[in-house]
Protein backbone atom coordinates (compact mmCIF):
# COMPACT_ATOMS: atom_id res chain seq x y z
CA UNK A 1 0.00 0.00 0.00
CA UNK A 2 2.81 2.50 0.92
CA UNK A 3 3.99 1.62 -2.45
CA UNK A 4 1.06 2.37 -4.08
CA UNK A 5 0.75 5.69 -2.40
CA UNK A 6 4.58 6.84 -2.73
CA UNK A 7 3.91 5.94 -6.86
CA UNK A 8 1.04 7.97 -7.02
CA UNK A 9 2.08 11.09 -5.12
CA UNK A 10 5.58 10.45 -7.77
CA UNK A 11 3.50 10.86 -10.76
CA UNK A 12 1.15 13.31 -9.75
CA UNK A 13 4.30 15.81 -8.43
CA UNK A 14 5.61 14.61 -11.92
CA UNK A 15 2.85 15.96 -13.67
CA UNK A 16 2.43 19.06 -12.39
CA UNK A 17 6.68 20.05 -13.39
CA UNK A 18 5.94 18.86 -16.93
CA UNK A 19 5.22 20.71 -19.23
CA UNK A 20 2.18 19.19 -20.98
CA UNK A 21 2.27 19.99 -25.11
CA UNK A 22 0.22 17.55 -27.87
CA UNK A 23 2.07 17.12 -31.04
CA UNK A 24 0.86 15.12 -33.88
CA UNK A 25 3.06 14.06 -36.38
CA UNK A 26 5.64 15.50 -34.24
CA UNK A 27 8.09 14.86 -31.09
CA UNK A 28 9.09 18.03 -31.06
CA UNK A 29 5.40 20.06 -30.86
CA UNK A 30 6.19 23.80 -31.33
CA UNK A 31 2.49 25.23 -29.09
CA UNK A 32 0.23 23.69 -26.77
CA UNK A 33 -1.27 21.95 -29.77
CA UNK A 34 1.13 21.22 -33.07
CA UNK A 35 0.07 19.18 -36.00
CA UNK A 36 3.13 18.77 -38.18
CA UNK A 37 0.78 17.34 -41.65
CA UNK A 38 3.83 16.02 -43.70
CA UNK A 39 6.44 14.67 -40.79
CA UNK A 40 9.32 17.12 -41.69
CA UNK A 41 9.88 18.95 -38.55
CA UNK A 42 13.19 18.56 -37.05
CA UNK A 43 13.35 16.20 -33.32
CA UNK A 44 14.78 19.31 -32.01
CA UNK A 45 15.06 23.08 -32.49
CA UNK A 46 12.45 25.50 -34.36
CA UNK A 47 11.06 24.29 -37.60
CA UNK A 48 12.26 25.95 -41.08
CA UNK A 49 9.72 28.32 -42.73
CA UNK A 50 9.62 25.30 -45.04
CA UNK A 51 8.89 22.69 -42.42
CA UNK A 52 6.43 25.03 -40.89
CA UNK A 53 4.21 25.76 -44.02
CA UNK A 54 2.32 22.33 -43.57
CA UNK A 55 1.79 22.65 -39.44
CA UNK A 56 -1.26 23.72 -37.47
CA UNK A 57 -0.30 24.82 -33.66
CA UNK A 58 -2.26 26.44 -31.08
CA UNK A 59 -0.08 28.90 -28.80
CA UNK A 60 -0.67 29.09 -24.78
CA UNK A 61 -2.09 32.06 -25.42
CA UNK A 62 -4.64 30.91 -27.73
CA UNK A 63 -2.78 32.12 -31.26
CA UNK A 64 -4.10 29.52 -33.72
CA UNK A 65 -1.56 29.43 -36.91
CA UNK A 66 -1.76 27.54 -40.13
CA UNK A 67 1.20 27.31 -41.82
CA UNK A 68 3.70 29.02 -39.26
CA UNK A 69 4.67 27.87 -36.06
CA UNK A 70 4.63 31.01 -33.92
CA UNK A 71 1.20 32.75 -34.57
CA UNK A 72 1.21 36.47 -33.75
CA UNK A 73 -2.70 37.55 -33.12
CA UNK A 74 -5.53 35.00 -32.82
CA UNK A 75 -5.81 33.52 -36.49
CA UNK A 76 -2.73 33.81 -38.15
CA UNK A 77 -2.23 32.39 -41.69
CA UNK A 78 0.48 32.16 -44.05
CA UNK A 79 -0.76 31.42 -47.61
CA UNK A 80 -4.07 32.06 -48.85
CA UNK A 81 -7.74 32.24 -47.65
CA UNK A 82 -10.72 30.71 -49.15
CA UNK A 83 -14.13 32.44 -48.16
CA UNK A 84 -16.30 30.63 -50.20
CA UNK A 85 -19.88 32.29 -51.53
CA UNK A 86 -23.42 30.90 -50.23
CA UNK A 87 -26.21 30.91 -52.75
CA UNK A 88 -29.19 32.88 -51.91
CA UNK A 89 -32.79 32.06 -53.23
CA UNK A 90 -34.67 35.01 -53.56
CA UNK A 91 -38.57 34.15 -52.73
CA UNK A 92 -41.03 36.94 -53.35
CA UNK A 93 -38.79 39.84 -53.72
CA UNK A 94 -37.12 39.43 -50.59
CA UNK A 95 -34.14 37.53 -49.30
CA UNK A 96 -32.65 36.77 -45.65
CA UNK A 97 -29.06 36.92 -45.00
CA UNK A 98 -28.24 33.91 -41.98
CA UNK A 99 -26.18 34.89 -39.36
CA UNK A 100 -22.22 34.47 -39.83
CA UNK A 101 -22.43 34.50 -43.81
CA UNK A 102 -19.77 36.83 -45.33
CA UNK A 103 -20.39 36.50 -49.18
CA UNK A 104 -23.44 35.48 -50.88
CA UNK A 105 -24.77 35.43 -54.11
CA UNK A 106 -28.30 36.22 -54.73
CA UNK A 107 -30.13 33.97 -57.24
CA UNK A 108 -33.57 33.28 -58.53
CA UNK A 109 -36.29 35.65 -60.60
CA UNK A 110 -36.87 38.87 -59.14
CA UNK A 111 -40.22 40.79 -60.42
CA UNK A 112 -39.46 44.34 -58.31
CA UNK A 113 -36.25 45.64 -55.86
CA UNK A 114 -35.18 42.65 -53.80
CA UNK A 115 -35.51 43.75 -50.10
CA UNK A 116 -32.49 41.73 -47.89
CA UNK A 117 -32.38 41.75 -44.39
CA UNK A 118 -29.62 40.83 -42.49
CA UNK A 119 -28.49 39.51 -39.27
CA UNK A 120 -27.11 42.30 -36.86
CA UNK A 121 -23.38 41.44 -36.99
CA UNK A 122 -22.10 40.25 -33.52
CA UNK A 123 -18.73 41.83 -34.35
CA UNK A 124 -18.62 45.55 -35.24
CA UNK A 125 -15.98 46.02 -38.95
CA UNK A 126 -17.60 42.38 -39.88
CA UNK A 127 -17.92 42.16 -43.52
CA UNK A 128 -20.49 41.46 -46.34
CA UNK A 129 -20.11 40.47 -49.96
CA UNK A 130 -23.20 40.73 -51.82
CA UNK A 131 -23.42 39.37 -55.97
CA UNK A 132 -26.60 40.60 -57.28
CA UNK A 133 -27.33 37.90 -59.50
CA UNK A 134 -30.98 37.68 -60.38
CA UNK A 135 -32.82 37.51 -63.05
CA UNK A 136 -35.18 40.18 -63.88
CA UNK A 137 -33.07 43.17 -63.69
CA UNK A 138 -33.61 44.33 -60.79
CA UNK A 139 -31.54 46.13 -57.59
CA UNK A 140 -31.40 44.13 -53.93
CA UNK A 141 -31.46 46.74 -51.51
CA UNK A 142 -30.18 46.64 -47.77
CA UNK A 143 -30.01 49.48 -45.02
CA UNK A 144 -30.96 51.85 -47.96
CA UNK A 145 -28.30 50.84 -50.42
CA UNK A 146 -28.96 48.95 -53.64
CA UNK A 147 -26.76 46.48 -55.41
CA UNK A 148 -27.90 46.54 -59.20
CA UNK A 149 -28.12 43.56 -60.79
CA UNK A 150 -25.46 41.63 -61.87
CA UNK A 151 -23.23 43.86 -59.77
CA UNK A 152 -21.39 43.19 -56.40
CA UNK A 153 -20.98 45.66 -52.71
CA UNK A 154 -19.06 45.35 -49.77
CA UNK A 155 -20.70 46.33 -46.37
CA UNK A 156 -19.37 46.66 -42.87
CA UNK A 157 -21.25 46.20 -40.08
CA UNK A 158 -21.15 49.79 -38.06
CA UNK A 159 -23.10 51.68 -35.40
CA UNK A 160 -26.31 49.21 -35.60
CA UNK A 161 -26.52 48.82 -39.53
CA UNK A 162 -24.47 47.87 -42.38
CA UNK A 163 -22.89 50.40 -43.99
CA UNK A 164 -21.82 50.59 -47.81
CA UNK A 165 -17.98 50.91 -47.84
CA UNK A 166 -18.24 53.03 -51.78
CA UNK A 167 -20.75 55.13 -49.91
CA UNK A 168 -24.17 53.89 -52.06
CA UNK A 169 -22.39 55.54 -54.95
CA UNK A 170 -22.05 52.10 -56.96
CA UNK A 171 -23.80 52.41 -60.18
CA UNK A 172 -22.35 56.10 -60.93
CA UNK A 173 -18.93 54.21 -61.28
CA UNK A 174 -19.43 50.55 -60.98
CA UNK A 175 -16.94 48.92 -58.25
CA UNK A 176 -15.30 45.39 -59.33
CA UNK A 177 -14.35 43.59 -55.82
CA UNK A 178 -12.50 40.71 -55.58
CA UNK A 179 -15.77 38.50 -55.87
CA UNK A 180 -16.94 39.60 -59.34
CA UNK A 181 -13.53 39.28 -60.34
CA UNK A 182 -13.68 36.01 -59.56
CA UNK A 183 -16.54 35.55 -61.75
CA UNK A 184 -15.10 37.27 -64.35
CA UNK A 185 -12.44 35.24 -64.53
CA UNK A 186 -14.48 31.80 -64.52
CA UNK A 187 -16.79 33.04 -67.45
CA UNK A 188 -13.50 33.47 -69.17
CA UNK A 189 -12.10 30.20 -68.79
Do not use: C
Request: hydrophobic residues 40%; neutral net charge; aromatic residues 4%.
Amino acid sequence: MKKNLLLAGLLTTLSLVVKSQVGINTTNPQGVFNIDGLKNNPTTGVPSAVQAKDDLVTTSNGNLGLGLTTPGTTLDVNGAITNRETNLAVAGNAVSIPVNVSQVRLTGAATANVAISAFAAPNPGQRLVIYNNTTGGFGATLDGVTVPNGQVLEFIFSNSFWRSTDGGTLGASPVISILQTVHLQETER
